[in-house]
Each structure stands twice: as structure tokens, then as C-alpha cells.
Antibody
Framework: QVQLQESGPGLVKPSETLSLTCTVS????????WSWIRQPPGKGLEWIGY???????NYNPSLKSRVTMSVDTSKNQFSLKLSSVTAADTAVYYC???????????????WGKGTTVTVSS | QTVVTQEPSLTVSPGGTVTLTCASS?????????PNWFQQKPGQAPRALIY???NKHSWTPARFSGSLLGGKAALTLSGVQPEDEAEYYC?????????FGGGTKLTVL
């Protein structure tokens, strides 16, 4: 079955750029939306944004100015960059597959295990 | 800024029934918000339970059901098991944006 695996540095310095990659195995990256979600320690889930396999994106307005997502269909990977990070960006970052059929169904069904990113000097 | 509100905490006895709700600051939650529900246990990633209001994933236990109730999305657990103790999150779709609720901590006691 489809599995997702997040990867990237676990420690990022303040003001630098956080970069994470999600590798999709057991299935194709095509025909799906791919989302990033984060969860600060002891807090709830926050949707960061999604990228469609074709490359179109939609970001959380509260993070939009700092977020960039990209997709590499040849590697079955998609990526997240979050710039100018502060301690408030410390969180577990998850990637998730999203199914979207307009006017019918939208859902996130497969999630990665998450990766912890700490912002600290 | 759209806010999705859930009960912060609920307690239920084993074998009992409990309903969690999910409200939108924009007004009534309808099927057009495609409500999703997730279960998260400590140290684990969220697991999808319900999508598009009431549809179950292939792995969702039969005791979980979703509906619309009083202008909100609702998740009902019938015949609660000890292993259902967890945090539950709803997710609503607002056109291109997605917003998670703050989560409900369900205690089975």
C-alpha cells in the first residue's frame, strides 16, 4: 500500500529556511493532492498547504508569505520550504495524501509518520 | 480567519455512546465542507476515520459514524472501547483551504 516518509533536518536555526521532503512509495504521485500539516508540541493540527501533482498550490493564508511547495514526479517526491523560521515553527511536520473529486469527495487518507523540526540556535 | 471549534474534552464510559461535534465560525456546516474526522493517539500520526460527512474508510471500525447535527459535523462512537481513548480532529474544506478543528480529547473511564 501507499506509504509516505518525511525527511529533512531536525534542527533549523532562527531566520533560516526549513526544508522537508516527502517520499511516496507503493503508489504514484499522480492524480492526487499532497498536503503538509504540522503540530506544535502539545497543540493541535495546522494545515500548511497542498500541492497538486501538476504543480498547482494552495497555502494557508497565515503562512503563505513564507511557504513554497514543489513536486518532482520523476522521484515520486514533494517538498516544503518554510522561510524565516522562528521558535513558533517548532513542530512535528506531517505529509499526507489527499483525494479530491470536485463536488463529490475530498479527504486525506494516508499520512506519513511525521518528522520533528526544532527551531533553535 | 476561519475557526473550527470542537469540544476540548469529553469523557465516556466503556460500552457507552458519545458524540463529538465540529462547528464553523462561518455558520452552518454542510456536506459541501466535506467533513473529515481523524483519530490521533500519543506519539502517532493522525489516522483517518470518516470522510465527506459520513463515509468510512476501509479500516474504520463500524462503531464510528459521521453525520450532520444541528448545523455541525458530528462523530458518534457507539459501544466505546478502551482503545478509543485518543484525540479526535475534524477537518473542513473551505474551497481551496482546509482548516482543522482544535481537537477533542476523549477519555474512556
Amino acid at each position: 500500500q501507499v506509504q509516505l516518509q518525511e525527511s529533512g533536518p531536525g534542527l533549523v536555526k532562527p531566520s533560516e529556511t526549513l526544508s522537508l521532503t516527502c517520499t511516496v512509495s507503493g503508489g504514484s504521485i499522480s492524480s492526487y493532492y499532497w498536503s503538509w500539516i504540522r503540530q506544535p508540541p502539545g497543540k493541535g493540527l495546522e494545515w500548511i498547504g497542498y500541492i497538486y501533482y501538476s504543480g498547482s498550490t494552495n497555502y494557508n493564508p497565515s503562512l503563505k508569505s513564507r511557504v513554497t511547495m514543489s513536486v518532482d514526479t520523476s522521484k515520486n517526491q514533494f517538498s516544503l520550504k518554510l522561510s524565516s523560521v522562528t521558535a513558533a515553527d517548532t513542530a512535528v511536520y506531517y505529509c499526507a495524501r489527499e483525494v479530491g473529486v470536485p463536488f463529490y469527495n475530498y479527504y486525506m487518507d494516508v499520512w506519513g509518520k511525521g518528522t520533528t523540526v526544532t527551531v533553535s540556535s | 480567519q476561519t475557526v473550527v471549534t470542537q469540544e476540548p474534552s469529553l469523557t465516556v464510559s466503556p460500552g457507552g455512546t458519545v458524540t463529538l461535534t465540529c462547528a464553523s465560525s462561518t455558520g452552518e456546516v454542510t456536506s459541501g465542507y466535506y467533513p473529515n474526522w481523524f483519530q490521533q493517539k500519543p506519539g502517532q500520526a493522525p489516522r483517518a476515520l470518516i470522510y465527506s460527512t459520513s463515509n468510512k474508510h476501509s479500516w474504520t471500525p463500524a462503531r464510528f459514524s459521521g453525520s450532520l447535527l444541528g448545523g455541525k459535523a458530528a462523530l458518534t462512537l457507539s459501544g466505546v472501547q478502551p482503545e478509543d481513548e485518543a484525540e479526535y480532529y475534524c477537518l473542513l474544506y473551505y474551497g481551496g483551504a482546509r482548516v482543522f478543528g482544535g481537537g477533542t480529547k476523549l477519555t474512556v473511564l
